[in-house]
């Protein structure tokens, strides 16, 4: 089992940013092997994905994040974080991270891909 905890949501105005950390906590031994995704859902809307890094070093950002986002990985700390730069109020949501033991291959975004989840945390971005 693995326990996510994610931390760093906030609210601010739009320009501003924000760096999100995912914990990871339980049977980690093997962190340096797992394919992690940051994902956000806003009310009704469905969860997407956000940007992924996966246990070979590569990274997969949505289109929506490109050039704003950057994901990074401490195999060290067992942490994932996500910098999040130049906001917009449509990036306002909820934002989970989410582990995979193996990897992910070409599904980095797709949210069925992943075992283990977070509870989250808010980003408010005001205009």
């Known amino acids: 089992q693995v326990q996510l905890v994610e931390s760093g949501g906030g609210s601010v105005q739009a320009g501003g940013s924000l760096r999100l950390s995912c914990a990871a906590s339980?049977?980690?031994?093997?962190?340096?092997?797992?394919?992690m995704g940051w994902f956000r859902q806003a009310p009704g809307k469905e969860r997407e994905g956000v940007a992924g890094?996966?246990?070979?070093?590569?990274?997969e950002y949505a289109d929506s994040v490109k050039g704003r986002f950057t994901i990074s990985k401490d195999n060290a700390k067992n942490t994932l974080y996500l910098q999040i730069n130049s906001l917009k109020p449509e990036d306002t949501a909820m934002y989970y991270c989410?582990?995979?033991?193996?990897?992910?291959?070409?599904?980095?975004?797709?949210?069925?891909?992943?075992?283990?989840w977070g509870q989250g945390t808010q980003v408010t971005v005001s205009s």
């Open positions: 989410a582990a995979r033991t193996t990897r992910c291959g070409l599904f980095l975004l797709r949210p069925f891909l992943y075992t283990y």
């Open positions: 339980g049977s980690t031994n093997a962190y340096s092997n797992y394919c």
């Open positions: 890094t996966d246990n070979n070093g590569s990274q």
